[in-house]
Nanobody, 125 residues
Framework: QVQLVESGGGLVQAGGSLRLSCAAS????????MGWFRQAPGKVREFVAA????????YYADSVKGRFTISRDNAKMSVYLQMNSLKPEDTAVYYC??????????????????WGQGTQVTASS
């Protein structure tokens, strides 16, 4: 069992930056693939980024590639999402998720087993 708690969301002007953090509890965190998803009002939840259990492989949605960076620190049981050059269309609730199947980097939310409560990110124009 893993519990996930996101933090770091907020209001920022377009072009600005935010860094999201996701703190995990549970002894098996380091063996999980971790992902970030987001959901804007009235829209379906969408994939943002994923990172392998070692941190050696990453995968990004085309919409954030080159602007967002996912990273993890297994010693601190945390995963991060550095978001630069934010756009109004990045406005959403951002969720951290854990996938017990560490051999894949999935962009499908139903393949993730554990979820945080979400943190709001608003990029104003």
């Amino acid at each position: 069992q893993v519990q996930l708690v996101e933090s770091g969301g907020g209001l920022v002007q377009a072009g600005g930056s935010l860094r999201l953090s996701c703190a995990a509890s549970g002894r098996t965190f380091s063996s999980y693939t971790m992902g970030w998803f987001r959901q804007a009002p009235g829209k379906v939840r969408e994939f943002v980024a994923a990172i392998s259990w070692t941190g050696g492989s990453t995968y990004y949605a085309d919409s954030v590639k080159g602007r967002f960076t996912i990273s993890r620190d297994n010693a601190k049981m945390s995963v991060y999402l550095q978001m630069n050059s934010l756009k109004p269309e990045d406005t959403a609730v951002y969720y951290c998720a854990a996938d017990r199947n560490r051999v894949r980097l999935s962009d499908r939310d139903f393949e993730y087993d554990y979820w945080g409560q979400g943190t709001q990110v608003t990029a104003s124009s």
